[in-house]
């Protein structure tokens, strides 16, 4: 990264209009591309939020790009994925394979519009961005093995939600607009804390299939006669 692209990529990152401006002004004349450092650095934020250790938003953004590359090399992160960050990503797949550190996603994360699927298996999240409902696309979510404890308020407008894995979490509760989920299918609910289903799981007519604990499973009888009728329940020892 050459001198000049430092300055520019500094206004950048201040997000302030008027140094967006400027950093335009100085790219003038010079063979500096200004929409791709911008596109450049939201993809750069968006991985230093889920790698905050690796990516030290004290550096310089010389050293911050030099660790995004380091990143990339440690976790075997395709550039396809690093490409299709923002529009086009429709897939994310993360494991704890390799002792990775993420705890949390970032507020940016509401901005994959296309994100069709997202697996989070065996990873230390423990909460979900505000944001989360934003994933207008997302159609499979497995959470399976996390330290989720609560959903944010605004995941009930996930509307195109049809799978989802909430296995082996800590979830004791369920926010409101949980009932919003209309085109749910399938969830699971094995080994949480989950004590009771909820009076208003009822509005979630299309679920058909409901896999929960041996606990909860006392309580299948009243579940398919008051709350699901139509949904088959597994019971998982």
């Known amino acids: 990264m050459t001198e000049q692209e430092q300055k520019i990529c500094l206004l950048l990152s201040t997000k302030d209009n008027v ?12 063979e500096v591309n200004c929409d791709k450092l911008i596109e450049d650095f939201f993809v750069l934020s968006f991985w230093r939020e889920l790698f905050p250790k690796e990516i030290n ?6 050293e911050q790009f030099s ?4 990143v990339i090399n440690k976790y075997c992160i395709s550039k396809k994925l690093i490409d299709q960050t923002e529009n086009y990503l429709s897939s994310i797949i993360l494991f704890n394979s ?19 699927n997202l697996v989070l298996y065996n990873t230390n999240i423990t909460e979900l961005p505000k944001s989360f409902g934003e994933l207008k696309n997302l159609t499979h979510l497995q959470l399976n093995k996390t330290n989720i404890t609560k959903l944010p308020e605004s995941f009930g407008k996930l509307k195109n939600l ?3 894995d909430l296995s082996n979490t800590k979830l004791n509760s369920f926010p ?8 749910l299918v399938k969830l699971s609910l094995v080994n949480t804390e989950i004590t009771k289903i909820p009076d208003f799981f009822s509005h ?3 679920l058909r299939i409901l896999n929960i604990s041996e606990e ?13 009728p139509k949904c088959s329940i597994y019971i998982s020892k």
């Open 204 to 206: 979630l007519t299309n």
């Open 216 to 228: 909860l499973g006392k309580q299948k009888r009243e579940i398919q006669k008051n709350i699901l």
């Open 162 to 164: 049809k799978d989802l």
């Open 98 to 116: 390799n002792g990775t550190s993420i705890t949390k996603l970032p507020e940016l994360f509401g901005n994959l519009k296309q994100l069709v």
């Open 57 to 62: 938003e004290s550096h310089s953004i010389k």
């Open 67 to 70: 660790s995004f590359n380091n």
């Open 19 to 30: 140094n967006i401006d400027l950093a335009y002004e100085l790219s003038k004349g010079l």
């Open 176 to 183: 409101p607009s949980f009932q919003n989920l209309n085109k």
